[in-house]
């Protein structure tokens, strides 16, 4: 199978569904299914919708080659296999652009086409949205604690090593600055940065013992003053003379792993300013989350390096999305349909703001009869039509969201602390 | 480049670094690095190692084709660049056999070579065991509570998509039936099980409403008696009815997914044994975890389906592994020489255990300098020497490991509540 195939992304039984409904006809009755959230992770009050690119941008490899098939045939019927061999999904999508602030039932991915095409891509779409989205939402969290100081995403030795790549995508969506993931360079036009590990300066050890400054030298020659050295292998003051002494006091940044961050940032700033390095930057990383970044505010720190928080969530390391059949052949849907609140049909949303731009309400409304309301603002977008990807999918524009959805959070929506959700959600029935 | 490629899964410092070893000459020094963790995650007793047999694999994939060296040629000279192009391993691996229990300080993966080749699998090493081994040490913990009662994965939605494929693997390595996942057959014989979710049921809803009993002929007719009915779409009880009316009492299972589970179990086990599908077996799901599989120990359950708390690592999604230099042309390093305990040097370790088979002690001691200690058992085995792959990886021997090593742990390493690690680890220090 080509490696770059997402169909055996899956779970079993949508395949097996899938046969029971050709068997039956169900397979080609028109079906809506949507991505939402019933609820967020424990006291969050927003979440950032990410996935949307990723998700649209692997449908195109989500075909079933010979090899695919042949790994099915020992539990899916001929006319199961066949229908699979010529898959390609042509329906429709829409839902919130990547990068929009989302609350519980948010519609923020809306599939629509035969039950069929639909159903088989539920796990994909899942898997996407519930980790791209996880790490989004955190990180989105730690860009608003670091009031404007730049983000470094270096957690990819914490997570699985493609779930990396797509964490240092969503990171940097949520407004990180960069990522230590080449890959997600190379893939997602994601900068990298990285200068260098503690390893560099042990390997300089020698029989005499350990030597910072050759590592330092070594560094220096080879990637410049400019540099980030990292000063805390041994003792961070002798680091710190170290460092200056080698690279001079042009050098452009130290960074400071261990102790006790806010006293190792002032002691630094201290030093540095006394050696003459007024213009080095300090770096500091080491089990930083939004809580620890946020503690740092006052202290005179230039950049944060952020790991295992940010790519597991920091808590919440998915994001709790369902992928549900709310419409069939223009019929609401739902589980349990004696509750009273319905969440069936095919589905969109408007947000209103005050004039300030400050957010009020997400309304969630039945598909094409949007209540008249003033400062509102369309949330579904399309897309996919028939098949061919429409509308604007870049990071970039997904960036300038996030920035514009935290400016736009009421004031106690981008607290840290335990809370409920920043904004109410309405939700109109389908009202047969 | 080559999708199946994993050498840009790596983060940018370690090619600086290269870049600046080449230049001095560091490059060529022999090391060796060291993956371990510090600590167990917060109040576990005992780690399973998982990743080994994945990261011996990827090893043969870490290669620097041509579409690497260009995503790569902006920050590094001509002499790294020649240098990766030409990149591969071929120094030595060691380290725990995969589904071995491990702790605090555990020399889980040695490698070893010059230092430039073993720095730059530093980022793929981690990602692969700390995703691995969290998800396997989470695995396992569920197999305890579950007594010997079968284990569904059942995440790969909550994971991303690449992840719910490994995540499939390291359940299965910790002693799960089987997993959801489709790739995670294909690609490593994890049994693939499942049969139908709500959607199914709800897909069959007409203008007159829900029509459960379409839904449950649909797929009998394609899957046969044998199948697993999801009877909890609408009304459990009538749901019974309509499974055992439709397939009669040779149905093979019924699922839950809803509902207090224990009480559901033994309601429906009753209402089964009454229409005389007595032999009609449970399978329960829905935000299980350990302690929620353990509390269903007394109740008629014949399977659960465990998603979320699997692939997030219940509570722990990684592993907090480490990989450090620890050598350096046959000197021990490590960061802040002053501290008294050394964990320096290339190691290996043994087991201790009494004449019952129970472990009492791990001793961690320097390479090739074993204690003459009574009953016990070497932990450090040979993966790849001199680049090629030796020993046995099998998932097969991986989960017969899993499966001793919980019957070889002291009584109190099976608790799930909060405590030390299961036994303690003793560290012989080098002595130079």
Not at 201 to 228: I, N, S, Y
């Amino acid at each position: 199978m080509s490696p770059a195939s997402t169909a055996l992304l899956t779970d079993k039984y949508e395949l097996t569904m899938l046969a029971a409904a050709l068997r039956d006809g169900a397979a080609h009755r028109r079906t809506t299914f949507e991505v939402f959230a019933r609820r967020l992770p424990d006291g969050r009050r927003y979440g950032v919708v990410a996935g949307t690119g990723r998700f649209v941008e692997t449908l195109a490899q989500f075909r079933f080659d010979d090899a695919a098939i042949s790994a099915l045939a020992d539990f899916l019927d001929e006319e199961t296999l066949a229908y699979l061999a010529g898959y390609e999904f042509r329906g429709d999508i829409d839902g919130y652009a990547e990068g929009e602030l989302y609350f519980p039932g948010s519609p923020v991915l809306s599939v629509h086409g035969t039950f069929a095409e639909c159903v088989v891509l539920e796990t994909l779409a899942l898997s996407i949205f519930n980790h791209d989205t996880a790490i989004a939402s955190a990180a989105a969290r730690m860009v608003g604690a670091a009031e404007g100081r730049p983000l470094i995403e270096m957690g990819s030795r914490r997570t699985h090593e493609q779930a990396a790549v797509a964490a240092a995508r969503a990171a940097y969506l949520a407004g990180f600055s960069g990522s230590s993931n080449l890959e997600a360079q190379r893939r997602h036009g994601v900068p990298a940065l990285g200068t260098a590990a503690h390893a560099f300066t042990l390997v300089h050890t020698t029989a005499d013992g350990p030597d910072e400054k050759a590592a330092f030298r070594a560094q220096v020659d080879a990637l410049g003053v400019g540099t980030t050295l990292l000063v805390d292998t041994y003792d961070i003051s002798a680091g710190l003379a170290n460092a200056v002494e080698i690279a001079g006091p042009d050098l452009g940044a130290v960074r400071i792993d261990s102790g006790d961050l806010g006293v190792m940032a002032r002691q630094t700033r201290e030093q540095l300013d006394r050696l003459g390095a007024d213009k080095t930057k300090i770096v500091v990383s080491g089990d930083l989350d939004e809580y620890a970044i946020a503690a740092l505010r006052a202290e005179p720190v230039d950049a944060y390096g952020v790991g295992t928080s940010v790519v597991t969530g920091s808590g919440a390391p998915t994001a709790s999305m369902v992928y549900k059949l709310v419409e069939v052949d223009g019929i609401p849907v739902e589980k349990r349909s004696s509750r009273k609140e319905s969440h069936g049909g095919r589905k969109q949303a408007l947000r209103l703001c005050k004039s300030t731009g400050t957010m009020v309400e997400e309304v969630v409304h039945p598909h094409g009869r949007a209540p008249e309301l003033p400062d509102a603002r369309p949330l579904t977008e399309s897309f996919v039509r028939d098949g061919e990807v429409v509308g604007d999918l870049s990071l970039d524009a997904a960036r300038k969201r996030v920035a514009d959805g935290l400016t736009s959070l009421p004031w106690d929506g981008l607290k840290l602390s335990r809370g409920e959700p920043a904004i109410p959600t309405r939700i109109i029935p389908p009202g047969r």
